[in-house]
């Protein structure tokens, strides 16, 4: 049986050799640090068990390194023990609001202690057999996540990877549908065999059937030669279709016989058999595929393998996680470069930040940021500089990009009332949220719409009807 591993943390080289000595003898493998600072470097290739920490440090406290842990080990539970009694109850209040596992006195026998230490790493591995660690995801699934909504996207694709039925995996652009498709080929059966992707909102209406299907000698004009699909070039294989929702209704009727009964014909050839395993995506949610033009039948024969990724608003306690992959794959990448590191208030703000393009908006935000920060640790003052950058670029094209929204919004009201009508009724609106914000004085809401008073009156009147 594998021997517990604890790393113990004390600036005390004494207190370091008594614990060791008392953990080897009730049975665990320790490791000890005499700073925050070696116990964060080591942590970067192996995670123990359990971490117990000496609250009162030089240099980085306990106190510190607990909330540093919480991007470089959150799935590992830290006790903090100090030898201090002065104040204990107000740090002991904030090692627990820190998710400190537990809190324990230097002076209590090591009985006490050890058995402390036991009920900590029991409830670990009890949490374990039920959930995925961090460091499984990433080495199992290809990703990074930790948070309960996706140790549910976890377990699915457990359980339908071994499995030859087609998915469906649903999330907004940039959640990382592709990762999870990847993971799905790469945990199945077929895993030493070729993996196919094609967006499907990118290949030319006139081509699209060749391109997925293939086509036979003389087909068409210019079919000179014999050619394979996407289709056959993955028998065996796994094809994934990303974004299946912006293939044409043309394209759904094959993907439809290709799913049930399962064949496919080249074009100008003979039906064949679908030996690749077929994952879809799309960006849009169930609900609006139903409500779309979406056909409903090649819907219903995808829906027995629906994965749906949630976007990064909806797993927030994932930032610090992804935060800290993506700054090591930085300085992975850059070896030249200083050592610098990210600082745990920075983390919290972009924790607090909206993330519309998900994890891959903040992957390059990431990026970003180690190439635009100045000194050897990436500050709040970093983030926040960059995060106006951005917040102003957006801005520029944000009046162009809503323009066409809303009348892609509105655009059957429009054709069905005519011009005219409708804009008559935005007018309409516009003078009644108007009127609302001056509480029904007409001179100052025509003051608001820098109309004249006579000219907002007789507009109301026909408006409104007086």
């Known amino acids: 049986m594998k021997m517990p591993r604890v790393f113990l943390v004390d600036d005390w080289p004494d207190t370091l050799a008594l614990l060791a000595l008392d953990f080897k003898s009730a049975g665990y493998a320790t490791q000890t640090f005499t700073s925050g600072e070696h116990l964060l470097a080591r942590l970067e290739s192996e995670h123990p068990d359990l971490i117990l920490i000496d609250v009162n440090m030089p240099g980085m406290s306990g106190m510190e390194v607990l909330r540093r842990l919480q991007v470089v080990a959150p799935d590992v539970p830290a006790i903090m023990m100090t030898g201090v009694t002065d104040n204990i109850t107000s740090v002991t209040v904030e090692a627990i609001k820190s998710r400190a596992e537990d809190f324990i006195e230097k002076s209590w026998p090591i009985e006490k202690i050890l058995e402390r230490v036991e009920n900590a790493i029991r409830s670990r591995t009890k949490k374990l057999e039920t959930t995925f660690s961090a460091e499984s995801i990433l080495e199992r699934f290809g990703f990074v996540a930790a948070c309960p909504a996706m140790q549910r996207v976890c377990t699915l694709i457990e359980k339908l990877a071994p499995t030859d039925r087609p998915i469906l995996i649903s999330g907004e652009t940039g959640t990382g549908k592709e990762l999870v498709a990847h993971s799905l080929h790469a945990l199945s059966h077929r895993k030493d065999e070729v993996y196919l992707a094609v967006n499907c909102g990118a290949i030319v209406d006139t081509l699209a059937e060749s391109e997925l299907f293939g086509h036979v000698r003389g087909a068409f004009t210019g079919a000179l030669g014999a050619r394979e699909g996407l289709f056959k070039l993955a028998?065996?294989?796994?094809?994934?279709?990303?974004?299946?929702?912006?293939?044409?209704?043309?394209?759904?009727?094959?993907?439809?016989?290709?799913?049930?009964?399962?064949?496919?014909?080249?074009?100008?050839?003979?039906?064949?058999?679908?030996?690749?395993?077929?994952?879809?995506?799309?960006?849009?949610?169930?609900d609006s595929l139903e409500r779309s033009s979406f056909r409903r039948d090649l819907l219903y024969r995808l829906e027995s393998g629906i994965i749906h990724i949630p976007s990064?608003?909806?797993?927030?306690?994932?930032?610090?996680?992804?935060?800290?992959?993506?700054?090591?794959?930085?300085?992975a990448g850059n070896e030249d470069a200083p050592p610098f590191s990210i600082e745990e208030t920075a983390v919290d703000l972009l924790r607090s930040m909206q993330w519309p393009g998900n994890v891959r908006e903040l992957r390059g935000f990431i990026s970003r940021l180690v190439l635009t920060a100045s000194g050897d640790s990436i500050t709040p003052s970093d983030v926040s500089a960059l995060a106006r950058e951005r917040y102003d670029r957006e801005r520029e094209r944000s009046f162009s990009d809503e323009i066409p929204a809303f009348i892609l919004r509105h655009r059957e009201e429009l054709l069905s009332a005519g011009i005219d009508a409708f804009m008559a009724s935005m007018q309409r609106a516009v003078f009644r949220y108007f009127m609302g914000e001056a509480g029904g004085n007409k001179a100052e809401a025509a003051r608001l719409l820098k109309l004249d008073p006579s000219t907002f009156r007789k507009a109301w009147d026909r408006l409104t009807g007086g």
């Open 312 to 331: 990064l608003r909806e797993r927030s306690d994932d930032i610090p996680l992804l935060t800290a992959h993506f700054f090591r794959q930085e300085k």
């Open 235 to 286: 028998e065996r294989g796994t094809l994934f279709l990303d974004e299946i929702s912006e293939s044409t209704p043309a394209i759904q009727v094959k993907l439809l016989r290709a799913l049930d009964p399962g064949e496919f014909s080249p074009v100008g050839g003979l039906p064949q058999v679908v030996r690749a395993r077929i994952i879809c995506s799309t960006n849009r949610s169930i």
